[in-house]
């Protein structure tokens, strides 16, 4: 008996000593969790984000790395009247608080216009071509009429005086000029042809009839 009694004693040890460093263990990886975690979140690390607006690109960019922070362009608006370059709208905006390392999207006015394919509009009347060309962004819109049997017709758009072929890439929001049919007026027409039927004037093979329909005085 006093053989096995040292044995059990071991056991019982070796159980305790186990259960401990199982214990101790999970404690160690629960803390370096808690520690890995708070590093990649960057727990309590928040910085206020600067106003860019007006700023270009480059000037954000050296305005936010100081703070922890980078811009990325996601859009670019192109305006007559805006500076090329210049940044018009962030998100988030100015005054949020973010994690360092955030990227902050910004879009900036475009050095070019944008470039649109200005469809067929042959043979479209003159209301279709025009809400079709409005939906597009085009609003200085003129109209050239050519005289035609029917009217009412596109015969062609024109930019810069030149006839545009289908798909044709312009400026955006550029003037355009719509050459549409225009009927002949019946009033001129027939003013037209009674003038050429009149004494005193040439008909159409510029013949003078100007003596027709007069007395021949020499008869008496």
């Given amino acids: 008996m006093s053989k096995k009694e040292p044995l059990k ?12 460093l199982i214990a101790a263990t999970g404690l160690l990886l629960i803390l370096l969790t808690l520690l890995f ?4 979140t960057r727990h309590g690390q928040q ?15 050296t305005l936010l790395q100081a703070k922890g922070l980078h811009a990325e362009i996601v859009d670019s608006v192109y305006y007559s009247d805006g ?6 709208d962030q998100t988030p905006k100015a005054g949020n608080k973010v994690k360092e390392g955030r990227a902050i999207y910004v879009t900036i006015y475009s050095r070019t216009p944008q470039m649109v394919a200005v469809p067929g ?7 279709q071509a025009m809400a079709l060309l409005t939906s597009m962004g085009f609003s200085q819109i003129a109209i050239e009429e ?7 017709l596109v015969v062609a758009v024109k930019f810069r005086g ?7 890439k312009v400026p955006a929001s550029s003037p355009l000029t719509l050459v549409i ?5 019946e009033d001129s027409l027939i003013q037209d042809n009674t003038n050429s039927l009149s004494p005193g004037l040439p008909d159409r093979m510029g013949n003078d009839r100007s003596g027709e329909g007069a007395i021949d005085d020499t008869f008496f």
Avoid: C, H, W
């Fill in 146 to 152: 050519i005289p035609s049997e029917y009217a009412g």
């Fill in 181 to 185: 049919t225009k009927a002949f007026e």
């Fill in 162 to 168: 030149r006839a545009l072929t289908p798909e044709e």
């Fill in 47 to 61: 910085v206020v984000i600067p106003s860019l607006e007006g700023l270009q690109a480059n000037e954000a960019n």
């Fill in 37 to 40: 975690l708070n590093f990649y």
């Fill in 83 to 88: 500076v090329p370059g210049a940044i018009i």
């Fill in 121 to 127: 509009l042959v043979d479209y009347s003159t209301r």
């Fill in 9 to 20: 004693t071991r056991l019982g040890d070796n159980i305790i000593k186990n259960l401990l």
